[in-house]
């Protein structure tokens, strides 16, 4: 599996767990559903940022597309706090969510086209390999140290 399909996983994780959260029925089951999207997020988005920004930055041709994929990181983790601290209310919850997907969908879907179609144009098939070991692996460390 090369860093795109890698990514594409997470990327699936997440809208599935966005799904789980629309079914779940009690207030208690969203809010864990949010405690483990919270986790999957960040996790994702540091670890991202650590290896597969990282590499692209070292291009020129990738230094916008990277610097406007940081910055819906930031927005991602903005609203995300905004969720965490509107968890006890039902409503301002569904409603915190609802904007977290919509920022959420809209990173995914230009990262999937226009930073993987950038990354696609610079990275050989052997790095984009390398970095999905890489960023397997610093997943890994932010998982064992998860007071991120």
């Known amino acids: 599996m090369d860093i795109y399909d890698y990514l594409k996983k997470d990327h699936r994780k997440v809208s599935d767990l966005f799904k789980q959260f629309a079914d779940a029925k009690t207030h208690e089951r ?6 483990f999207l919270a986790q999957e997020l960040l996790v994702h988005a540091r670890s991202e940022q650590d290896t597969f920004y990282k590499l692209l930055e070292s291009f020129n041709e990738s230094k916008e ?10 927005d991602i983790e903005k609203q995300l706090k905004e969720v965490m601290n509107s968890m006890d209310s039902m409503a301002d919850l569904e409603k915190k969510v609802q904007k977290l997907k919509e920022i959420v969908e809209h990173h995914v879907d230009e990262e999937e086209s226009e930073i993987f179609d950038q990354a696609k ?4 098939e052997e790095d984009a390999y390398m970095i999905k070991e890489q960023m397997h692996d610093r997943k890994v460390q932010y998982y064992q140290n998860i007071n991120i």
């Open 30 to 35: 969203k809010k864990e559903i949010i405690d």
């Open 65 to 74: 597309e990277v610097l406007h994929g940081r910055k819906e990181h930031q």
């Open 121 to 124: 144009d610079v990275l050989s």
